[in-house]
């Protein structure tokens, strides 16, 4: 079974910046994503960024300059860098893990909420 375990969400004014970070755990087996979505109220949940297991990187337009996202492989950790935070990007975020078996499975944490408001 693996679990990933979010942690960093919070308050934070507009312009402000936060840390989310994601570790994995249990039997992960080889990654092929690691990445973090968002669902705000009354919406979809969205990508926000990915990390392939080849290292390319992939944005939402909406954050582009502003969030960065990074994994240490050695942990199983994956970490989001959100800076010049808008209240738009209030939303709840989640962790989310593809690992290689026979086909691709998908993990997803329980999600860390993140208000910026002021």
């Known amino acids: 079974q693996v679990q990933l375990v979010e942690s960093g969400g919070g308050l934070v004014q507009p312009g402000g910046s936060l840390r989310l970070s994601c570790v994995a755990s249990g039997n992960i087996g080889r990654i092929n994503v690691m990445g973090w979505y968002r669902q705000a109220p009354g919406k979809q949940r969205e990508l926000v960024a990915e990390i392939m297991s080849a290292g390319s990187i992939s944005y939402a337009d909406s954050v582009k300059g502003r969030f960065t996202i990074s994994r240490d492989n050695a942990k199983d950790t994956v970490t989001l860098q959100m800076n010049s935070l808008k209240p738009e990007d209030t939303a709840i975020y989640y962790c989310?893990?593809?690992?290689?078996?026979?086909?691709?499975?998908?993990?997803w944490g329980k999600g860390t909420l993140v208000t910026v408001s002021s």
């Open positions: 989310n893990l593809v690992v290689e078996r026979l086909s691709l499975v998908e993990y």
